[in-house]
Structure formats: structure tokens, C-alpha cells
């Protein structure tokens, strides 16, 4: 496994959805192929991996998931803070950044 | 039962405001073809599937669709960010902006909004699963269209994800028909509805 402690927020963003992505899809593969113990393997290992990078995730930087949310060490309420999907990169708040009523 | 992830299926990052473009991408959240009438056709049909192998295949598909239907609306979102009333005149996109300003709402390109006839639950698993594999198909199409209409690579690159998805939900899906045809009678796979009439079983729910 990689060493998660090491990764940037946006590296380990990434690692999320890669590992994350290999888990949606095997899901489906096994849903038709029950039996096929590479892909039952393949589900594990790529499991166990995303698990522990949200688990890392929302101890650095904010949870992504409510099953995540009690491991955030603060006291306020993380879920809310970190910034919604949506949002992309390019903006760091939501609905006030123009702060400005019609042009 | 469902929990939300606070992170895109892939992730989206577009720049530049596009809004004839956002209008022709919207068409995905609630066109004819989009990712509304995916989510709810595959959710809805399980119900009536007569096996846990079907079940799992159009729950699993289906919540992967809600997740395409959050691209998608992340993708209009981001393209309608800051535009001018002057961009909004010249890309003709004052009809839509007039009754939604720049919010999210499920339509069709063509302005023809969402409506539940876009998709059907028959009851008849063998019927509900043809128009899946059709489904995908007709969105993968929708899909073409769009990068035949777009260049900007920061918009194309999740549409090429969205529309890789397409053929594999298609692949799925035929497994599903297979699977299912295996348990039936093959000299009469047509003739009734295997759910209503003929309730198959299957391991580990086999009687």
C-alpha cells in the first residue's frame, strides 16, 4: 500500500477516486460473475484501499462520508465545511462570491 | 437506503463559461435519454426483478446513475458560473434563463421537460431489461453528439467518461438477459412475463 500519510490533499483526492472508481466497477463485473474469485480478489484488496484513504481523508482534511465524518479530529462540524463537489476548483465558497446583488 | 459521497464519480473542473453549450449538455440531466430517466427506470424496475442476481445488477447501475446525474448538473453548473446578460442573449440561453436563472432544473435540450414517460417499468423483467440495453445505448449516442459539439477538453474529458460508462452498463445489462434466459424455458423466452407468470428462482433463493 501506499504511504497515505505522505500524499498532498489533491493526491489523495485523486487516490480516492481512482481506488473508488476500481471498486464501482468490479461491483457490477461480480454482480454478473459471483464465482470469479480474481475479480471477489480484486473487489478486496481495492476495498481495503479506499476505506483507509477516507479513513486518512477526513483525519487531514475533512470527511467525505458521514461513516467518516467521527473520525475528523475537531470539534465543529466538518461535513459542512470542506468544500461540495459541485463547486470545482476554481471557487473557494459558494453561494456569496460575488457578494453582489444585479448587475 | 442510501449515503452520499461528497466527491464526484470523476472529477469535474471547467473554467470557461459556455452557456450554448451547457444548454445542449443539459439534455443529459433530464432530456430523453438522460441520466434522470436512468436512475429512475433501473430503481424502479428492480422491484419487479425475479432474481437477486437482477436485483443487484439494476440497484448498483441505477445508484451509479445518480452519480452521473451529478456530473452532469456539476458540468451546467460550472459552465452557466458567471456568465454576462450579454452571453446570455447571444448563446440563446434567455429561455431557460427566465424561468431557472442559472439553477439546475430537468429538461431537454429542445426546452421539452422531464416527464416519467421517458421511461418505462413494464413488470416484465425480460422487457424492462431490453429497454436497458437500449437505454444505454441511446444515451452513448447522446454522448457522441455532444463531443461531435464540444472542444473544450476540460468539458470533453468527463463526457468521454460518462459515455465509456454507457457501454459498460450495456455489457451488464446483457449479461443480466443472459443469466436470465438461462433460467427460463428456451423454446419460449418471449411468450409471458417470467415475473408475473412464471416466477423463476434461482441460487440462493431456489426453493
Same mark, same amino acid.
Given at each position: &500500500?501506499? $504511504?497515505?500519510? /505522505? ?29 470469479? /474469485? ?12 479506499? $476505506? ?17 465524518? $467521527? ?24 453561494? &456569496? ?7 | 437506503?442510501?449515503? #452520499? ?6 472529477? %469535474? ?7 450554448? %453549450? ?6 443529459? #440531466? ?5 441520466? @434522470? ?9 428492480? =422491484? ?8 443487484? @445488477?439494476?440497484?448498483? %447501475?441505477? *445508484?451509479?446513475? !445518480? ?11 460550472? !459552465?452557466?458560473?458567471?456568465?454576462? @446578460?450579454?452571453?446570455?442573449?447571444? #448563446? ?8 431557472? *436563472? ?11 421537460? =422531464? ?11 425480460? *422487457?424492462? !431489461? ?11 449516442? *447522446? ?46 423466452? #418471449? ?17
Amino acid at each position: &500500500m501506499r $504511504n497515505l500519510c /505522505q500524499l498532498s490533499q489533491s493526491q489523495l483526492f485523486d487516490y480516492i477516486n481512482k481506488v473508488s472508481f476500481a471498486v464501482n466497477d468490479i461491483i457490477l463485473f461480480l454482480d454478473s460473475h459471483p464465482k470469479n /474469485q480474481e475479480a471477489l480478489a480484486y473487489f478486496h484488496e481495492h476495498s481495503e484501499l479506499r $476505506n483507509a484513504a477516507l479513513k486518512e481523508y477526513a483525519r487531514r482534511f475533512g470527511p467525505l462520508t458521514i461513516d467518516t465524518a $467521527n473520525d475528523a479530529a475537531s470539534n465543529s462540524w466538518e461535513w459542512i465545511h470542506q468544500k461540495w463537489p459541485w463547486e470545482g476548483g476554481s471557487c473557494s465558497c459558494g453561494t &456569496m462570491r460575488n457578494d453582489c446583488s444585479i448587475r | 437506503m442510501w449515503n #452520499y459521497e461528497k466527491r464526484l464519480q470523476y472529477p %469535474i473542473n471547467i473554467t470557461q463559461p459556455n452557456a450554448q %453549450i451547457a444548454q445542449v449538455i443539459m439534455s443529459q #440531466y433530464g432530456g430523453p435519454d438522460g441520466e @434522470m430517466g436512468a436512475s429512475m427506470r433501473y430503481l424502479s424496475q428492480r =422491484f419487479a426483478m425475479p432474481n437477486r442476481q437482477a436485483m443487484g @445488477m439494476l440497484t448498483d %447501475i441505477g *445508484t451509479e446513475e !445518480l452519480a452521473h446525474l451529478e456530473m452532469v448538473a456539476t458540468i451546467v453548473t460550472q !459552465l452557466t458560473r458567471n456568465l454576462s @446578460m450579454d452571453e446570455i442573449k447571444k #448563446y440563446g440561453f434567455d429561455k431557460y434563463y427566465i424561468d431557472h *436563472t442559472v439553477g439546475i432544473w430537468p429538461q431537454a435540450a429542445g426546452g421539452v421537460p =422531464f416527464n416519467a414517460c421517458e421511461f418505462q417499468s413494464k413488470g416484465d423483467p425480460i *422487457t424492462d !431489461l431490453f429497454e436497458d440495453m437500449a437505454a444505454e445505448q441511446k444515451a452513448r449516442t *447522446t454522448y457522441d453528439n455532444i463531443l461531435r459539439l464540444v472542444k473544450d477538453p476540460e468539458v470533453a474529458d468527463p463526457i468521454r467518461f460518462l459515455r465509456a460508462r454507457e457501454i459498460v452498463h450495456f455489457q451488464r445489462f446483457g449479461e443480466t438477459l443472459r443469466i436470465l434466459q438461462e433460467q427460463l424455458d428456451s423454446q419460449n423466452f #418471449y411468450a409471458f412475463n417470467p415475473s408475473f407468470d412464471a416466477p423463476t428462482t434461482c441460487p440462493p433463493c431456489a426453493k
